[in-house]
T-cell receptor, first 111, second 116 residues
Framework: DAKTTQPPSMDCAEGRAANLPCNHSTISGNEYVYWYRQIHSQGPQYIIHGLKNNETNEMASLIITEDRKSSTLILPHATLRDTAVYYCIVRVGRSGYALNFGKGTSLLVTP | NAGVTQTPKFQVLKTGQSMTLQCAQDMNHNSMYWYRQDPGMGLRLIYYSASEGTTDKGEVPNGYNVSRLNKREFSLRLESAAPSQTSVYFC???????????????FGSGTRLTVV
């Protein structure tokens, strides 16, 4: 599996955009980029995923560079409830392949 | 739609006791997983089941056994609990996302286990 590198922590002011980077320079052509978050020891929550193209849903946007070696998760208007640990995970899309969690980025949204 | 349900939510065991953590999903997912999370750490895979009738070891399987009882249920058993198994345990399931590509993973809310 491709390894990912994320900053250990980030701060963001409430109402501003939070941009969380992730490096995955060894990603293979059939590997997807997944973003999950974990709020205060709850079960991880799916945010978004993509293969090559940029993606957007009601929670966030995912920007993947053209060479696919890095990506950025964007929370457009961060709220205090977005304070969480954010995990960037690269994985093939096949049955029985577990997500491998690193340490993620601890995002603190401040008033 | 309940998703992934784990029971119990909390448990305290004495060293040497045994117990089974239960996990059930109602999304008709083929694959299921057990993780543990120690304080300040990421999730580590204990065991997984790619499909009904199959189970495989993950990163940290020692001290645990699993049973894929049917497509819905995947249980984790501690035969002789040790303080090092104090952790939060998460169950998850996955299925293909169809036209989106990739797989969707859904997690339960966790079982908080303390071994004294």
């Amino acid at each position: 599996d491709a390894k990912t590198t994320q900053p250990p922590s980030m701060d963001c002011a409430e109402g501003r955009a939070a941009n969380l980077p992730c490096n995955h320079s060894t990603i293979s052509g059939n590997e997807y980029v997944y973003w999950y978050r974990q709020i205060h020891s709850q079960g991880p929550q799916y945010i978004i995923h993509g293969l090559k193209n940029n993606e957007t849903n009601e929670m966030a946007s995912l920007i993947i560079t053209e060479d696919r070696k890095s990506s950025t998760l964007i929370l457009p208007h961060a709220t205090l409830r977005d304070t969480a640990v954010y995990y960037c995970i690269v994985r093939v899309g096949r049955s029985g392949y577990a997500l491998n969690f690193g340490k993620g980025t601890s995002l603190l949204v401040t008033p | 739609n309940a998703g992934v349900t784990q029971t119990p939510k909390f448990q305290v065991l004495k060293t040497g006791q045994s117990m089974t953590l239960q996990c059930a999903q109602d999304m008709n997912h083929n694959s299921m997983y057990w993780y543990r999370q120690d304080p300040g750490m990421g999730l580590r895979l204990i065991y997984y089941s790619a499909s009904e009738g199959t189970t495989d070891k993950g990163e940290v399987p020692n001290g645990y056994n699993v049973s894929r009882l049917n497509k819905r249920e995947f249980s984790l058993r501690l035969e002789s609990a040790a303080p090092s198994q104090t952790s939060v345990y998460f169950c998850a399931s996955s299925a293909p996302l169809g036209t989106q590509g990739g797989y969707g993973y859904t997690f339960g809310s966790g079982t908080r286990l303390t071994v004294v």
